[in-house]
């Protein structure tokens, strides 16, 4: 079993930044890729950005050149680090770690809005 503890979301003003981090523990030996979805109300969980386990980051056409994925593998940690944030950023944003079977975190709030 992998738990995922997320941290990081609240309420910022478009333009603004966040950083968000999720933690997996449990009985990892190895994952497959670790990554960030995100639903917004009335949409589908759609991918942001993740990374498979030493490669290379995929992220999403919506969020490149604003958002990057890192991982520090020490602490089986990954983070997004979001810039520029936009209004249609809004959405509860879920980690997720493949190790076989997918695992999700409780997922994290993050509003943009003036």
């Known amino acids: 079993q992998v738990q995922l503890v997320e941290s990081g979301g609240g309420l910022v003003q478009p333009g603004g930044s966040l950083r968000l981090s999720c933690t997996a523990s449990g009985s990892i030996l190895r994952f497959n890729a670790m990554g960030w979805y995100r639903q917004a109300p009335g949409k589908q969980r759609e991918l942001v950005a993740l990374i498979p386990y030493g490669g290379s980051a995929n992220v999403a056409d919506s969020v490149k050149g604003r958002f990057t994925i890192s991982m520090d593998y020490a602490k089986n940690t990954v983070y997004l680090q979001m810039n520029g944030l936009k209004f249609e950023d809004t959405a509860v944003y879920y980690c997720?770690?493949?190790?076989?079977?997918?695992?999700w975190g409780q997922g994290t709030q993050v509003t943009v809005s003036s």
């Open positions: 997720n770690c493949n190790a076989g079977i997918n695992y």
